[in-house]
């Protein structure tokens, strides 16, 4: 391809509102334009680099043996209600109505479609597995869309289901796509980390991130530098570490503290460490699918009854945890099965708990109390042991603590469980080393989702031993759009980006200084050379100052760029992206040495 055949756009500066390499660099390579807050273009260059993404995805999922389907993005709301999610998914979901007054539904993500697709002709075992992927178009109403492509509205997924008729076959395939993700990334050059990760909205038991370490990813790894444990902070569970404490038979001692809101108040007050403390607080469930029918206090709680379950669509739980810990709102928005949680409102907090927040107590609360396992533990039996005695904790009134606080003795918990936020200094539950953190950008997940669809959407089919049966379930996925601007986030210098070889939109670019006389017949010699060997070229035959030529070409990325000058003729300077210096080869062996240069890359690449 001749650059005055090819629609080359690059920028000088990037918009201001372009803040990390990977946004800037492709707003100014002319990879992407913005159309919309949220919404990108792919221009020429930056759709052959996203079609090489894809394919590669697509030449690691075939050998592997999962089956490309290709679902409409627009989808009948029905099949959401069936699911559940219509009303849970939340307003990230862009809904409409067709002129049939028909409810409609912008595709933020497929399980629905699929289930329904392999449900219309699912009838024996004999059918199972069903193992199918798309790289489609998926659209999230994200309230605050920034970093480009990194987190858009409309983006371009890669997302896998499977269905089986046993656990086994699910866990045979989950691994599978395991190792087919980092066959992927590992010919995309990125260095991958994989972590336990929380399930979120799509339900599941078994889920595993495929993270890229970033300076402005959205999540916090924690990683063991021993055992190689490694978690999204949200998932990340660490040994227990409660201190010795004794019983007390004292009975609770009100103590006014009408300043002391804070847990360094209450440090100073006290004069004590916050490990002796009960840090009591409110939380707000929205769509919680627990039964809490026979839970003293959630009586007249409205309960919606569903096809796909019941639920409450608000609920109120009072989490303690101990006072130099944090509560993790993932962990428990999985514990209590919600869609989200989050701190409840001041008024909500004193409906709960008779008293304002930083008062609020164990004894005293109209909701269900979910005592984290550094306060107390679930035996067998189904009782609870305490983990911290003779505690310090709010008192359930305004301007009031409580001192001899002894759990299963003044309050007893709906239930006992980690929900504890690790954090870097904690130490390893596997091994015992101190973890440490780094931030990181989710690129792949795998999930296994049992039969939260399968059941909800009625699936069915014959099993081997003649009875109905319902299958389970599946989820995988790639984001095509973020792992691009993540492979320019860890692929770029001052000049612009350094791609890879196997995702470069050319593989090697001719530079003639000025496209005339000797420097254009051997450019054009070199030119046709690569064409004939099957290398990708891009030939800079604009009328534009060599400075101009050079520094679009390194801001565009070419792995390999071959400068054509009258002066060192009948040499040619052969600079790879990445070296910091060119050398001279004879003209006459450029394109055999760079066919070479290529073949090698992608060797080291996909090998």
């Known amino acids: 391809m001749k650059t005055s055949k090819f629609y080359l756009s690059t920028l000088r500066e990037a918009p201001s509102e372009a803040v990390i390499a990977s946004h800037k660099l492709m707003l100014r390579a002319g990879i992407t334009r913005k159309l919309g807050n949220g919404l990108y273009t792919y221009l020429p260059l930056g759709v052959r680099s996203l079609y090489k993404l894809e394919q590669i995805i697509r030449e690691e999922l075939d050998e592997s043996g999962a089956l490309e389907f290709k679902s409409t993005v627009i989808v009948p709301g029905e099949i959401w209600k069936e699911s559940g999610r219509w009303e849970t998914m939340g307003?990230?979901?862009?809904?409409?109505?067709?002129?049939?007054?028909?409810?409609m539904v912008v595709s933020p993500t497929a399980e629905e479609a699929y289930t329904a697709i392999v449900r219309d002709g699912l009838d024996s075992y004999k059918q199972l597995p069903v193992n199918l992927y798309q790289i489609n178009t998926k659209y999230r109403d994200e309230i605050r869309p920034r970093y480009g492509v990194m987190r858009g509205r409309e983006f371009i997924m890669m997302d896998a289901y499977s269905m089986h008729a046993t656990q086994e076959s699910l866990d045979e395939t989950y691994e599978e796509y395991a190792k087919a993700y980092h066959k992927i990334f590992k010919r995309l050059g990125l260095k991958i980390i994989p972590v336990k990760a929380d399930s979120g909205a799509m339900g599941g038991s078994g889920s595993e991130e495929f993270m890229v370490e970033s300076p402005i990813g959205d999540d916090t790894l924690i990683i063991c530098p021993k055992c190689g444990y490694a978690a999204n902070a949200e998932k990340a569970a660490c040994a227990q570490d409660n201190p010795p404490s004794v019983k007390t038979d004292a009975a609770p001692e009100e103590v006014a503290t009408p300043n002391v809101f804070s847990i360094e108040d209450m440090e100073k007050f006290f004069n004590a460490s916050p490990k002796t403390f009960i840090k009591a607080l409110i939380y707000k469930a929205t769509n919680c699918a627990l039964d809490l029918t026979k839970v003293p206090g959630c009586e007249k709680w409205e309960r919606v009854k569903d096809p796909a379950g019941d639920y409450y669509p608000t609920a109120f739980f009072c989490v303690l945890i101990r006072g130099d810990l944090d509560a993790n709102e993932a962990k428990l928005a999985g514990l209590v099965k919600a869609s989200e949680v989050e701190l409840a409102e001041p008024e909500e907090v004193v409906a709960m708990s008779g008293a304002s927040h930083g008062f609020v107590g164990p004894r005293k609360v109209n909701c269900p109390i979910i005592a984290d396992l550094s306060i107390m533990t679930a035996k067998e039996d189904g009782t609870f042991e305490a983990q911290i005695h003779d505690a310090i904790a709010g008192a359930g009134k305004d301007g009031f603590h409580v001192k001899h606080i002894e759990p299963g003795r003044d309050f007893v918990p709906y239930m006992a469980a980690d929900v504890r936020l690790a954090k870097e200094g904690d130490k390893c539950a596997c091994c015992g080393e101190t973890f440490y953190q780094k931030?990181?950008?989710?690129?792949?997940?795998?999930?296994?989702?049992g039969q939260k669809y399968t059941k909800s959407m009625k699936v069915t089919f014959l099993a081997e031993n003649g009875k109905p049966a319902t299958p389970t379930m599946g989820?995988?996925?790639?984001?095509?759009?973020?792992?691009?601007?993540?492979?320019?986030?860890?692929n770029n210098d001052d000049h612009g980006i350094i791609w890879p070889m196997t995702v470069a939109p050319f593989q090697v670019c001719i530079v003639p200084i000025r496209y005339e006389g000797a420097m254009k017949e051997e450019a054009d010699k070199i030119y046709e050379a690569l064409k004939a060997a099957g290398i990708e070229v891009l030939l800079d035959d604009r009328n534009e100052r060599p400075g101009v030529k050079f520094a679009d070409m390194e801001l565009i990325g070419i792995p390999l760029r071959i400068t054509v000058g009258d002066k060192n003729l009948p040499n040619v300077e052969f600079k790879p992206r990445s070296a910091e210096k060119a050398e001279l080869v004879p003209a006459s062996e450029a394109a055999k040495k760079a066919e070479e240069f290529v073949k090698a890359e992608l060797a080291r690449l996909n090998g």
């Open 475 to 490: 989820c995988y996925g790639i984001g095509v759009d973020r792992t691009l601007a993540s492979i320019i986030e860890a």
């Open 439 to 449: 931030k990181g950008n989710e690129l792949g997940h795998i999930f296994k989702l």
């Open 91 to 103: 307003p990230q979901m862009l809904k409409a109505k067709n002129r049939g007054e028909q409810d």
